[in-house]
C-alpha cells in the first residue's frame, strides 16, 4: 500500500464509502505496505542518478543480461560487479555504451544523462600491491560510477615506507581513504595515523599459506591500532565504496 | 498505536475532525506501531499461561529481583534461566513460592492457577551422560514451565547401547524427543534412527581437549547421518525446549 | 531374525522339537534380529506412499542409475538429491515419468498411484536471496515428495524488511516454516520473532571472503535471538524438509 | 626537529654560518623530524578540545593515575576507557571534576571550558540487547567526549521488529549510526537497509556457545547484505566512535 | 531380559503356559533385554578384576564418594581420574587402601586380592617434558591399575635426541609404547621410526602462545610421519592406557 | 658404517695398524654409523615379506614408474597408495603380475612366492557409509599386503543400527578393528562399546557444510566416550592399517 | 627530493635566491622526499650485484615478461619465483641466457659479470621428504642468486633419524640452515637440538586431511622444543632464503 | 659413553686386553653414547659462558629452587623465565646475587666473573606499544644474559611512524632486530623495510575481540611483506634472544 493507495482509503473513510472499523480491519492485515512506502520514499532519495548494481559472480550471461535489461528499462543505467569476460561481452553487444573494466570486473551504463555532482568530497583508493588491484579497482569504479571524484594511489606497502610519504599531499586532499591490502594488512594502520578523515579497510585475499584467503589481513585490520579505522569483507570493493558514498552523501 | 488508537484516528476522519491528507501524514510517521499490534495480537497467543523467561547470567541480583518483580506484576509468572545461587536466593525470599532447580540452575514462579494443558504430547529429554544433566535438565524445567509433560531418559550413551535400547518403549511414547549429548555428540544420530518424531540436538559443552567446548558435538550433530536431526546452540536447554513447544503448540 | 522366523522357533519349543536351553543359545547369538524387525516396523511406517531418497554426489552415472533401478523396483518411486544433469539424463532415459529440477539438482520419481496426504499442514520455504534458491528449492521439492504441500517465500533478505512485511499472511498460514539464508543468516531471528511455528534455519555457502562456505550463517544462525529457531547443516535444504516432515507426519 | 629549528637551521645557511653541503648532511641524518613536524601539525588538529584517551585494561591503579595526571597538566582533560572500579576511584580523589561512568567503564575528566562543537550531526548509539549496552555506553561516552551530540536507542534486536520499527525517527535524524549487538550480529543489516547514512557495526563478545566470544556477530557484520555498513573490532565501542568522529569532523 | 529371564519365558512355551504368539509379543518389545545380556556377558569379560573407572573432573566430593562407594560394594575396588585434593582427601578417609598419585590425580582402591595377571607385555610411557609428567602419570597409573607392568622414559624430547638414544633397551623391550607430548607433538614421530610395536600418540595441553591448548600437539601426532602411530584425546592419558590395555589383552 | 666396518676398524686397532687415538677420532665424526646399524637390523626385522610402500599422490607417472622399478629390483615386491589411473596402467604395462584396486586406489606387485602369515589375527575392516569406502578398502587392501587376513562389513551407519547389530558375529571373531566414518564419525563409539579388541578410527573427508572435510568426524573420534579408541589422520586408511599390522605383529 | 635536489635548495638559500621562510615552506610538504633519500641509499646497498624479485603468481605472461625487461634494463639481472612453465618459456625466448628451474620454479637471469662474493658462510637446505623439494629448492635457488654457497640435503624425516644423523658433518659446516618440512613439522626441532648455528624453519603445504594446508607444520614449528629456531611462511622458501642472507650479509 | 671411555675402550681393543668381537658388541649396545659425547661437545660449545634457562611457569616455587640450586652448582649461574613474584622472592632469599626483573618475569644470577663478550653485534629490542613492554623485556634479558649487548625501543607503534622514525640512527646501529608487537604485528614489516640485518617478530598476545590472544599478530608477521622477516611463537621473547644469540654467535 503506498500512499496514493492509504490517501484513497482515507478520502473513502471521510466520505462515509468505508466504515472505520472496516478501514482498521484493511489497514491492520497490511502493516507491511505502510512500512513500504517510506521504505519507497527512502529508496528514491537513495537513487537519484545512481546505477542498480548487480552481483554477476555465480549468475548465468543469460540471467546477468536478463536484470540489466530490466534495470536499464527502468532506470537508464545499470552496475555489474564481479562481471566475466562472457557476461560482459554479451553485454557490450546488447548496450553500445557498456563500459567494461576487466581489472576491476566491473560493467556499467552510464545514465546518458550525467547526475548533477551528489556530494562534493574525493574518495582516494589506496593499495598496498599489484595484485590488490583489482579490489581497490572495484572500489574506484563503484565509487566513480555513484557520483563521487576519485583518486587512486598504488603499490605503497608498508615495506616500502617512503612511497607513501611521497604521497603525502594526495592523502591530505582526499575526504574519504579507502585502503586495500591483503598479507598482513597493515597498511590501514599506517594511513590512519597519517590522517584524519574517514579510512575503510578492504582486505585482500591476496597472499598465500598463513594469509588464509584474506583472514591475516582481515585481522589485522580489525586489530588496526589507529584509532576509527573501519573494516569491510575480504575483496569487497564495492562494499567499501557504498560506504565512502554514505559518508560523503551523508550532507 | 494501536488498533483502539488506529480506530479513534479512523473515526476522526470519518467524522471531518481529521483530513485524509493529514491521517495520511500521521499513518506514515508511525509504520511500526501498524506492525506493533500485529505483533501485540500474536505475543497475546504465544503467552497464554507462559511464563516471560529471563536470561540470568551475567546480570546483578538486583537487576534479575526487578526484572521478576515487574513480570509477576504484570503477569504474575516468570521463569529464569541460568541463575546463581545468590540470584535464587534473593528470589525466594521475595517469593514464597518460588521453585528453584539447582541442577539446572533455574528459577520458576509457576501462575497461581495452572493453565490448562496447551497441547498435547510429551517432551522426552534424553541425555548421554552424568555431565550432560545441567543442560538437560534446563530443557526439562523449561518445557515443563511451558506446559508440556516430560519425561527424562538420562546416561544413555552410544558406547553402551543396550541402555537405549532398554528404553524403547519411552522412545515410541515421545511427541518429541530432545537428545542433549556432549564429546562427540552421536547420540542424536543413534536416537534418530531409532523414532520417527521429530528430534532436537543440544551439543553440550562437556569434555575437555579437542571438544573445543562443545565445537566436537555441535558439528556432529550438524553432520548427522540420521535425517532430519536439528540442531539449537551448544548448551542451549532452553531453545530445545522452546522449539519443541513451538512443534507443539503448532496444531 | 524376523517375526516369522520368531514365531517358528518359538513354535518349535512349544511343540517340543527345540528344548527352551537351545532356543536361549539360539536367540542370544542373534540380538540384532530381534532388533531388526522392531526397526522394519518402524521403517514400514515411514516409508508409507515415501519416496526413497539417493545422495547423487560423488556417484557415478553408473551408480545412481543402479541404485534407482532396484528403488523403483521394489517402492515404485525415488528421489535423488545433488544430481548432474548428466546423471538425471541418464535417469531420465531409463524413467518416463522422471521430474528434473535442474534448479533444486532433483531427480524424482513419483509413484504411479499418489499417496492419501500424509498429514496436514503447510511447509513455507523462505529464502533470503537469489543465490540462495537452490538449496531453498532442494527443501521445496522434498516436502513435496514426503507429501506436504508448499509454499514459497523468495528474495526477502533482512536489509529490505519491507518485502517480508509484505507477506505477513503467507506466513501466518504455514504450520513449519524453513528458512534458508546464507551471508550473515539473520532471516531466521527475523522470521521465528514473526512467527509462532517451527522454524527451521538452513544457512547456505552462498557468499565470499569472511562468509567461510557457510561458516558466518550458521554460526548466526546457532545464535539466533528469536528463541526455539532450529538449525541443520550447511545447504542442507533436503535435512530441513525432512525435519519439517517429522514435525508434521508426529500427529 | 621541529619548524623552528628548521627555520634556525635555513637562516645559518642563509646567513652563511653553515654551508650547504654540512646542512644537507645535518638534514638527511633527521628525516623522522621532516615527518614529526607535519605529524605535528596534524595532531593538533586532531585534538583541538578533544581528551587524550587512555586504555585502562591491564595497567595498575598507579599507572593509570600517573598517566592521566601527565595529560591533565598538558591539556586539562582526559578521557580512560575500560576502567576499573579501582582506577575510577583513584581518579575520583585526584580529579574533582571527574565523571565516572560505570556500566562504560568510563573515566572523563572534560576540559574546564567546554570547547565548541567540533561538527554538526548527531551519533545515535543502537543497541540489540541489554547485555550489549556496556559497549553501547562506551561508544556514546567517547562520541559525547569528543563532542559530538549523541542519541540512544536500547532493546531493539531483530527478534521483535516492532521496536525498531517504533523508532524510526530517532533514526531519520542521526548523521551515523552505530550498531551494537551480540550474538547472530543481524541488527546492522536490518539498520542499514532502512537508512542511507554512514552505518557503524559493532559486535560483541555476548553470547554463548557457538558465539565464541563475539565472532559469529563478527561474521555476521562483516558478511551483512546492507551495502555500506562497515564494521570494527568485537567490544570496541571506543572505535566506533572514533570512526564516527572522524565522519563528522570530515568537513 | 537376562539369560535366566529368557530362560523361563521359553520354559513356558515349552511347557504350553505361555503361546508362541504371545511369547513373540514379548519378545519383540524388549529387543535391548536380548541385547544387554550379551553386553553383560561381554561386560564381565572385560571386568576380570579390573577397577571401575570414574572421571572426577567437575564432580562434587559428594557424587565422587557415593560412586565410589557403590563400585566398591559391589566389585571391592574402583579407580578414578582427574581427582582433586579434596575428593581424595574424603575418599582416603573412607577407605583406607586408597592409593592417591597427586602428580597423576588418580585415586585407586585395589581389590584386595590382586587378579592374576591379565595379559604378557609391557608398557613403556614415554614423555617429552617434565610438564607432560601428570598426563604421563595417569597413563602410567591407569595401565598398572588394569594390570599391565609398566616402565617409565620422562624427559626425552626431540631437540636432545641423545637422551632417547640412550635408552634404546628400554624402547626395544616394550609391548606397547605410549608416547606423551606437548608443543609440537614430534617425539610419536621418532619413536615410531625407531620401533615396530604399536605407539599410542597423546598430546598434551602444555605449551602457550601457538600451541592451542594442545592443537599443535595434536595436529603434529595426526600428521605423524611413522606409519601406524595412533592418536588420543589431548590430554588423555587415560584412553591411551585403556588403548593399550584393548592390545595386550586382545590374546 | 655397519658392523662389518667397525668390526674392520677395531681389527686395525687389535692389529696395533690404528692407533686408538685416531680411532677415536674416525668413530666421533660417525655417530650416526653407528645409530644405522641397529636401525637396519630393525628395518629388516620390519620388512620380512612387507611390501616397500609408496604415496603415490603428487608424483609423477614416471616418478612412480621409477620408484616402483627400483623397489621391485630390491624386494620383489611394492605396494603403492593414492594411485591414479594413469600410473596404475603405466605400471601394469611394466608389471605383469600388478594387482589395481581402483577403489581403494592402491597398486600392488605380491611377491613371487608368500611369505608365511606374519601374525595370527584377523582385521575387520568396519565403514559406515557407500562414501567411506575408498578409504576403507585403502586399509584393507593394505593390511592384506602386510600378511594379515581382512574381513569387510560395509554401510552400517548409527543411523541404522540393526545393520551394525546384526553383525555381531564378524565383530566378536576380529582380533583388530578399522572403523572407517565421515559426516558425525560416530560409529567408532558404538563399535568400541561392543567389542573389547583394539579400535583404530578413521575419519574421511566424506561429506559437506559443517563436516569441514573430515574435521567433525575427526572431532567426533577423538572424543570418543568409548575408552581406549585411536585415532588416525583424516582418510589415512593406510595409517590405520599400519597400526593394525602393529598390533597384530607385537607377539 | 633526493640529495642533489635538497643541495640546490640550500645552494639557493646559501646564495640569498631563497628565504630561509620559503625553504621551509618548501621542505615541509616534501617531507616523504626526505626520507626516500636514506630509503635510496639503503636500497643501494641492499642491490649490489643481487637481482631483483619478482613473485610471478597469479600475473600474466605479459606482466612477468614487461617487468623482467624492465629490470634487466635497469640492472642486468633478475630473478623470479613461482613462475609458470609458460612465463619460463617466454622469457627463455627472450633472454638466451636465462636459467629455469621447473622443481624450484624459479627463472633467474644471472648478471653478465658475476658479483664478489657478499658474505663468507654456506646455507645448507634441509628437508624431510620429497615432496618437499619444491619449497627448499626455491629456496637453495633464491640464496645462490643472492651470492651464497648453497648446500642440500634431502629426505631425512623424523621417522628415520639415522639419515640425518649420518649427515652430521654437512650439518657442522653449514653458518645457516634452512629447514624444509610439511607433515608434522618436526624436523627443525631435531636439527635445531643438533647445532648451534641460526636455524630457519620453512613449514610446507605437504600433507592431506588434518595437515590443512601445512598449519600443521607451521604449528609445529612454532612450538619448537628447540630454542632460536624462527619460522616463515608456509610453502615460503624464498622468504627463508631473505633470512638467511640477512644473516650472512650482516656482517 | 664419552671420549675418554671410548679412548679407554679403544686402548683395551689396542693391547689385546678386548677383543674385537667384544668391542663391537660393546659399542653396538649403545649407540646413544656415541651420538652423546658429539652432543656434549656441541653443549660445552654452547655454554660457555651462558646461563642455563628455565622455563619457570606452571612450576612450583620449591621446584623452581631445587632446578636453580642444582644449575648454581654445577655452573655457578642461571637464567629463569615467566617466573612469578614468590618464585623470585625465594630465589632472592636463597641467592644474595639474584637479578629479578619484574617486567620482564626473569630471575638471572650472573656468573661471579663475567664471560668475555662472546660476540660482536647489538640486539636492538623494538617494540609497539607500552602493553608489549613484558615481552619485550623478556627477550633483551634474555639476550643480555646471553653475553650480547642490548638497546631498546620502544612503543613505536605503525599508526604513529614519527616515532620510529626519530630513531633511524639506532636501527641503523643494530646487528639484529627483535620487534614485538600485538594487536595487528605490522611493525616488524615495517622495520623490515627500513633495514638490511635481520629482524626476528614475535607476536604478543596484546589486544581483545579478534586478536584472539596474539594469532592476528602472528598471522600479520607470517605475511609480511618485507623479504626476509622471520617469527617466533606468540610472547616468546626468549625464543627471540635465542635466535638473536645464534645469529651473532654464528661467527
Redesign the interface.
Known amino acids: 500500500m503506498n500512499?496514493e493507495q492509504?490517501?484513497a482509503l482515507?478520502?473513502e473513510?471521510?466520505t462515509?464509502r468505508l466504515?472505520?472499523?472496516s478501514?482498521?480491519e484493511r489497514?491492520?492485515?497490511f502493516?507491511?505496505?505502510?512500512?513500504?512506502?517510506?521504505?519507497v520514499d527512502?529508496h528514491r532519495?537513495?537513487r537519484q542518478g545512481y546505477p542498480e548494481?548487480v552481483f554477476c559472480?555465480?549468475k548465468t550471461v543469460e540471467q546477468v543480461l536478463g536484470i540489466c535489461e530490466r534495470l536499464e528499462a527502468a532506470s537508464g543505467t545499470f552496475l555489474g560487479t564481479r562481471a566475466t569476460v562472457e557476461q560482459a561481452d554479451a553485454l557490450g553487444d546488447r548496450f553500445e555504451r557498456l563500459e567494461w573494466n576487466p581489472l576491476a570486473r566491473t560493467v556499467h551504463l552510464p545514465p546518458v544523462r550525467a547526475s548533477a555532482r551528489v556530494a562534493p568530497?574525493t574518495v582516494l583508493v589506496v593499495c598496498?600491491?599489484t595484485?590488490d588491484l583489482p579490489v581497490a579497482e572495484e572500489a574506484a569504479v563503484v565509487a566513480a560510477a555513484f557520483g563521487h571524484p576519485v583518486e587512486r594511489l598504488s603499490d605503497v606497502?608498508?615495506?616500502?615506507?617512503?612511497r607513501?610519504?611521497?604521497?603525502?599531499?594526495l592523502l591530505a586532499k582526499a575526504?574519504?581513504i579507502i585502503v586495500v591490502a591483503?598479507?598482513?594488512?597493515?597498511l590501514p594502520?599506517?594511513v590512519?595515523?597519517?590522517?584524519?578523515?574517514?579510512?575503510?579497510a578492504v582486505?585482500t585475499?591476496v597472499?598465500?599459506?598463513?594469509?588464509?584467503?584474506?583472514?591475516?589481513?582481515?585481522?589485522?585490520?580489525?586489530?588496526?591500532?589507529?584509532?576509527?579505522?573501519?573494516?569491510?569483507?575480504?575483496?569487497?570493493g564495492?562494499?567499501?565504496?557504498?560506504?565512502?558514498?554514505?559518508?560523503l552523501?551523508?550532507?
Not at 502493516?31 to 512506502?37: A, Y
Not at 594469509?211 to 575483496?235: E, H, K, Q, R, W
Open positions: 500512499r492509504l490517501a482515507l478520502e473513510v471521510a462515509g466504515s472505520p472499523a478501514a482498521v489497514l491492520r492485515h502493516p507491511s505496505e505502510q512500512l513500504s512506502f517510506a521504505q527512502h532519495a537513495l548494481v559472480a555465480g568530497g598496498a600491491g595484485s606497502g608498508v615495506a616500502g615506507l617512503h607513501l610519504m611521497g604521497a603525502s599531499e575526504a574519504v591483503g598479507m598482513e594488512g597493515a594502520s599506517v590512519g595515523g597519517l590522517v584524519g578523515v574517514p579510512v575503510i582486505p585475499s597472499g598465500y599459506g598463513a594469509s588464509f584467503g584474506g583472514i591475516s589481513a582481515l585481522l589485522g585490520m580489525l586489530n588496526s591500532c589507529a584509532a576509527g579505522v573501519t573494516v569491510v569483507n575480504i575483496d569487497n564495492f562494499g567499501a565504496a557504498a560506504a565512502a558514498s554514505r559518508i552523501r551523508r550532507d
